[in-house]
């Protein structure tokens, strides 16, 4: 059997098989007995030797309800009070009995629902967020297996579910990338699937951290809220080299990214996907201001515009944090004014003592794209009217034409920035398992965003 994907595919040694948690590591080395030998059966095949993998991927019932309204608060896996009374109210509105508890036929009818909603367009700006988390194309291995086609590893996925507690039921499976072919031996990745509610994942921590192969790299993606209280997020990020996040999904962006800013200065490795995806902007700014005539002007900058998709501002933030870490801001003031364009207004002092002052506007798209909350465009310039410094980068010509309509005196370098909409999560994600050091750019960068999410 050939598992599909958009990856090298992927020939299966074991199609996933039910097993009791204490004989998780005895049925994986059976496994590699069978086929430790080429013969009449098929090539040999060798385990993986790369890095453990463990992914947090709560199921899709919170996405859900918050998608259609019915939860405001974290999507973290975690069935608290207000899960419960989510559940409890979908099931009323939706005439089922009300329990409280989910179960595969309130999560169909949330799929039919969402589905719908989302065709007609009736997702509310509220829920957009929500809706961007739940993905039935993310749903189950498919970004596991791209990973796994590239770095054969073991990887370890916690799916917290929202029912009753019946303890943790586990699978493992073993496939390996073709294109890995040795001559006769393929180097396969091992998959162990481990489900429950929290409480039970919680039980079992011991049993996780055992399950990563001991002096090897070991990576936690967290695809949920983060949760420094939660004692199993504890656990793994502390047994971990590098957690990763992808601050795009936040449901709560601006205190989810104020708890992922305090993780970073607390001193945890910490990798956000939605930084990379920040990287051309970054790189055309630096470039704008590469040529010996325009290296000074950087420091007349004082006014700044940033424009991203209404949503998240998560990007917005993060690329101020970065351009006021650059150039030695520091921020004063910030006052959210609302509105159809959700104004943030942030106040800096820079070397001299000057103000700089920076808008970050939410701009309504009627199509939300790939990633909820990307830029749009900015616009570097100066109250000094004879700093060469006027600077626009937009991402499309829309964007361009907004900047461009706030006039001024100095004549700007425009340029098209070439977003990242076709790298994929699972590109990011094989970035960011190759960098097992921290990333200083991003530290310094962080902090100063700690500081401006702070003002709010």
């Not at 109210?89 to 036929?105: H, I």
Request: include cysteine; glycine fraction near 8%; charge should be negative.
């Amino acid at each position: 059997m050939t598992k599909r994907t958009d990856s090298p595919p992927l020939v299966s040694l074991q199609a996933p098989k039910d097993v009791s948690i204490d004989y998780i590591e005895s049925e994986l080395r059976a496994i590699w007995q069978m086929y430790g030998a080429t013969g009449d059966s098929g090539p040999a095949a060798t385990r993986a030797t790369t890095f453990s993998f463990i992914v947090y991927e709560p199921e899709a019932s919170q996405q859900l309800l918050a998608a259609l309204g019915f939860y405001t608060g974290p999507v973290d896996g975690i069935a608290g009070p207000r899960t419960t009374a989510a559940i409890k109210a979908a099931q009323k509105s939706y005439g089922m009995e009300v329990t409280g508890k989910s179960n595969e036929e309130l999560l169909d009818k949330l799929r039919e629902e969402f589905a719908q909603a989302k065709e007609e367009g009736k997702l509310t700006a509220a829920n957009k967020i929500a809706a961007k988390q739940y993905s039935p194309d993310l749903e189950g291995a498919g970004v596991a297996d791209a990973i796994a086609a590239s770095n054969p590893c073991r990887i370890i996925t916690l799916c917290p579910t929202t029912g009753e507690d019946e303890g943790v039921t586990a699978q493992v499976s073993a496939y390996c990338p073709v294109n890995k072919r040795s001559q006769t031996t393929l180097v396969c990745c091992e998959y162990i699937t481990l489900r429950g509610t929290a409480a039970a994942l919680e039980r079992i921590g011991g049993v996780i951290s055992e399950l990563t192969i001991s002096e090897l790299p070991k990576f936690v993606w967290w695809k949920a809220t983060p949760e420094p209280d939660y004692s199993l997020f504890k656990r793994l990020v502390a047994q971990s080299d590098h957690v990763i996040f992808d601050s795009s999904n936040f449901n709560d962006p601006e205190a989810d990214l104020f708890k992922l800013t305090e993780l970073v200065e607390g001193g945890m490795a910490i990798a956000d996907l939605n930084w990379g995806r920040l990287a051309p902007w970054q790189e055309l700014a630096a470039e704008a201001f590469d040529p010996p005539e325009r290296r000074e002007a950087i420091w007349e900058v004082d006014r700044v515009t940033i424009d991203y998709e209404k949503g998240n501002p998560t990007q917005a933030l993060m690329y101020l944090g970065w351009l006021a870490s650059r150039l030695q801001w520091q921020p004063v003031a910030m006052k959210s004014e609302g509105g159809d364009y959700d104004i943030r207004r942030v106040k800096f002092t820079n070397q001299d003592q000057r103000p700089v002052e920076v808008e970050l506007a939410g701009i309504p798209v009627a199509e939300v794209g790939d990633v909820l909350g990307d830029l749009i465009s900015l616009k570097l310039t100066s109250t000094n009217l004879n700093a060469d410094c006027c600077t626009v980068l937009c991402s499309e010509t829309m964007g361009c034409m907004r900047m461009e309509a706030g006039g001024g005196a100095q004549s700007c370098r425009i340029q098209q920035v070439t977003p990242l909409f076709d790298q994929k999560t699972e590109t990011l994600l094989g970035q960011q398992l190759q960098r097992w050091g921290s990333d200083l750019l991003y530290e310094e960068s962080m902090s100063m965003t700690h500081k401006i999410i702070k003002l709010s």
